[in-house]
Structures are given as C-alpha cells and as structure tokens.
C-alpha cells in the first residue's frame, strides 16, 4: 500500500497570502495517477486537481499542482476567505487507492 | 445535474449490519465506476472498494474483505454498500464517488453527501 504523507498538518496563512502543500508518496507515483481534493466542515470533498495538475471543472486558476514521483504540490496563489479547509491529496494508480491524512490551511 | 444521492443516517448496535444507498443521476449509470470511502470523526478519509455498474466486477479493500458488500440495481441507477458486523470503530459517514475515468481508476469527481453511520450500543 502505497502511503501518502502530507505536509504540514497544519498551514496558519492570511487572506491573499500563497500556499504551498506537500504531499510525498512512500513510493513512486505516476504523476497522471495523483489528485488533490478540497473538504470544508461538513460537506463531502471536491475535487480540485487530477493528473497532478489539471484543474477539474470549476476550480479557479488560483489553484495549481505540480510535482511527480515521490514529490508533488498543491499551490494556492493568493488565498481567498473560501479557501481555508482541509486539503487531501490522493493516489489512483494502485489498489488500495490511499488519501494522505490532510492539511488544513487555517486563517492566521 | 450529474449528482449522487445518498440515503439517510443510521443508528446501529454492535454485530448490526447496515446498507447505504446511494442513487446516480445525470449520467450515464453503467459508464462510471463508483468507489465508497469514509470518514471517521476527525480523521482522514479511507478507501473501501470499488464496483462497476456496468457489470458486476467488484474489489475490496483487505481490511473489509469478508465484511463489505457492494451491489448495483440497474433500473433505479443505484449502487449499494453493506457492512456487517460493525462495532464502534466504524462510526463514520460514509460516501459514495464517482470515478471520473471510464476506464478503471482516476480521480473522483462528483461524491455523495455522505452518509453518517454510528455504532453504539
């Protein structure tokens, strides 16, 4: 099973700031088998990024990934009041599928 | 609108099975792979298996092999999952997602509203 560690548990950013979000695979990834999601309290994820870094549907340009391997990155440009939830990242390329144990961008 | 709608919270005993609906619309039923993930209270989320509406191919997680059962009615477009034998460690709300490929795994694009199951006697 492929473990997906992400970093750091917790971000505390101001409004208009940049996030930066890791996620590290404990073993390689094929980059087009990497997605990050979007959760807010309550509600079920969205997705926002596949292929480690197509945007889905929707998700503004803000919102961009990158990385391959064992080292991928979720950036937010500049942070919006709507962006502070908890992020996951996700791999699809084995079974199991695993999610990374999240990062949750806090306002500062 | 593509969406998926699950059924509604249950209260469960220890050694209780339960089953979560969950009804697709907006699509194609059979083109999508639906995956079934849940999510503890204050953890992250847990992958749990995987069942294709257009057949009857399914693949469990180990750790629910035995426990988990997940089925599909064609005619009301809606994919099932049962677990039995719950104690309290599988408190959680559940959901169902859809896997965006029509070719096997890739992300999960469109999810249910999750449903929440508590185990408590």
């Known amino acids: 099973e492929i473990v997906l560690t992400q970093s750091p548990g917790t971000l505390s950013l101001s409004p208009g700031e940049r996030a930066t979000l890791s996620c590290r695979p404990s073993q390689s990834v094929t980059s087009r088998y990497l997605a990050w999601y979007q959760q807010k309290p309550g509600q079920a994820p969205r997705l926002l990024i596949y292929?480690?870094?197509s945007r889905a549907t929707g998700i503004p340009d803000r919102f961009s990934g990158s990385g391959s391997g064992t080292d991928f990155t979720l950036t937010i440009s500049r942070l919006e009041p709507e962006d502070f939830a908890v992020y996951f990242c996700h791999q699809y390329g084995n079974l199991p599928v695993t999610f990374g144990q999240g990062t949750k961008l806090e306002i500062k | 609108q593509v969406q998926l709608v699950q059924s509604g919270a249950e209260v469960k005993k220890p050694g209780a099975s339960v089953k979560v609906s969950c009804k697709a619309s907006?699509?194609?039923?059979?083109?999508?792979?639906i995956h079934w993930v849940r999510q503890a209270p204050g953890q992250g989320l847990e992958w749990m298996g995987i069942i294709n509406p257009g057949g009857v191919s399914t693949s469990y997680a180990q750790k629910f092999q035995g426990r988990v059962t997940m089925t599909r009615a064609t005619s009301t477009t809606t994919v099932y999952m049962e677990l039995s034998s719950l104690r309290s460690e599988d408190t959680a709300v559940y959901y169902c997602?859809?896997?965006?490929?029509?070719?096997?795994?890739?992300?999960?694009?469109?999810w249910g509203q999750g449903t929440k199951v508590t185990v408590s006697s």
């Open positions: 997602a859809r896997d965006r490929g029509q070719t096997y795994l890739d992300a999960f694009d469109i």
């Open positions: 907006g699509y194609t039923f059979t083109s999508y792979y």
């Open positions: 292929g480690a870094s």
